[in-house]
């Protein structure tokens, strides 16, 4: 059973940071693609950036590009955000997917984890 879990959210003031991790498991974690989605309240799921698994580059929305990194530890089935300079706006929950072997098919990944909350606020 493929299973994925995030966590490290939590409550931050503009300009701070924050590192989200989605560990993985019930599948060859290295061959796959690991995306990270967001939702904002009343707002759809925004993707926000992809790792793939079998040559490790990476993809951002450009909402976030120069202030979040995506990156994997295959050994420890595990994919991290970091997210720095972080905005009111980046404030939503944050999932992980994953269910296919290239980031440009990411919003067809069938596998979801239990998101985690950021909330951006002064």
């Known amino acids: 059973e493929v299973q994925l879990q995030a966590s490290g959210g939590g409550l931050v003031q503009p300009g701070g940071s924050l590192r989200l991790s989605c560990v993985a498991s019930?599948?060859?974690?290295?061959?796959?693609?690991v995306a990270w989605f967001r939702q904002a309240p009343g707002k759809g799921r925004e993707r926000v950036s992809c790792?793939?698994?079998?040559?490790?580059?990476?993809s951002y929305a450009d909402s976030v590009k120069g202030r979040f990194s995506v990156s994997r530890d295959n050994a420890k089935n595990t994919v991290y955000l970091q997210m720095d300079s972080l905005k009111s706006e980046d404030t939503a929950v944050y999932y992980c997917?994953?269910?296919?072997?290239?980031?440009?098919?990411?919003?067809?990944?069938?596998?979801w984890g239990r998101g985690t909350q950021v909330t951006v606020s002064s």
């Open positions: 790792v793939s698994g079998s040559d490790g580059s990476t």
């Open positions: 997917r994953t269910g296919g072997l290239v980031c440009s098919i990411a919003d067809l990944f069938p596998y």
């Open positions: 019930g599948f060859t974690f290295d061959a796959y693609a």
